[in-house]
């Protein structure tokens, strides 16, 4: 048996292997023929591999298996701690979060030995609410600040209704969605922070994508040249 898991950090989803009864390990060409079996997504050629840390619970120097259909556990009389573990995994772009969740429910084909993380049925849960908000136009332009440069971006307008959504969602998100870490502690970001993240991505993700496949018009204003970038360029840079 094997899982397949879904982890959110530096702005992007990745997806990774579990192994039974070792460290976590997912070779690139591996998970790409256990995504295609399990019908998940035909992922593209181009989708190449990168290296991550993300903090697991562990006893030791044991990962703890996230199903009993996965091995034993280790040993119990040692601590359950979260220790770093650096995995192959392979980064989703807008288009491949939309092709494995746009969809009613997440299974895969009996007979080939992939077991679902909770965290891809969470990131289906996170994927619709997303998809009511821009069906509802719930949204607006704006611009954020990152390091010393200013981006253009989408954000979600929510409503009473939405935020006790978001605060649902935020109850239950697995601990493997925040489990990605650039430095040396585990991350220890709220979340609903880290909620409200994901869901400000996959928004300004999916309105990209849906706006670039639409026809291009003439720009008659300064405001529509600006909108024009909101829409088709990762990045504005503001001197």
């Not at 969470?122 to 611009?143: C, D, H, K, T």
């Not at 954020?144 to 440069?149: E, F």
């Not at 979600?156 to 939405?162: F, T």
């Not at 109850?171 to 502690?185: C, T």
């Amino acid at each position: 048996m094997r899982a397949i898991h879904l982890s959110f950090g530096e702005r992007t989803f990745y997806l990774w292997r579990e192994e039974p009864r070792e460290k976590p390990q997912s070779p690139d060409p591996t998970l790409r023929k256990h995504l295609v079996q399990g019908e998940l997504f035909q992922p593209s050629r181009r989708m190449t591999a990168v290296k991550r840390t993300l903090w697991l619970p562990a006893r030791g120097s044991v990962p703890v298996p996230s199903s009993p259909l996965l091995g034993d556990e280790p040993d119990r009389r040692k601590k359950t701690i979260l220790a770093p573990f650096s995995l192959s995994v392979l980064p989703l772009k807008t288009q491949d979060l939309q092709d494995l969740f746009q969809r009613d429910s997440l299974e895969v084909p009996p007979g080939t030995g992939l077991i679902l993380g909770r965290s891809l049925h969470w990131g289906l849960r996170l994927f619709r609410l997303v998809g009511n908000l821009i069906a509802q136009e719930s949204y607006l332009p704006s611009l954020i600040q990152r390091d010393s440069t200013w981006e253009a971006i989408w954000i979600p307008v929510l409503s009473e209704e939405g935020e006790r959504a978001m605060e649902h969602l935020a109850e239950s998100l697995p601990g493997v969605l925040r489990s990605m870490a650039l430095g040396e502690k585990p991350p220890e970001i709220p979340a609903m922070d880290h909620t409200r993240e994901m869901i400000s991505t996959v928004l300004d993700g999916l309105i990209r994508l849906r706006l670039s496949k639409g026809p291009k018009k003439a720009l008659p204003s300064l405001h529509d040249v600006w909108l024009d970038n909101v829409q088709y360029l990762s990045h504005i840079y503001l001197r």
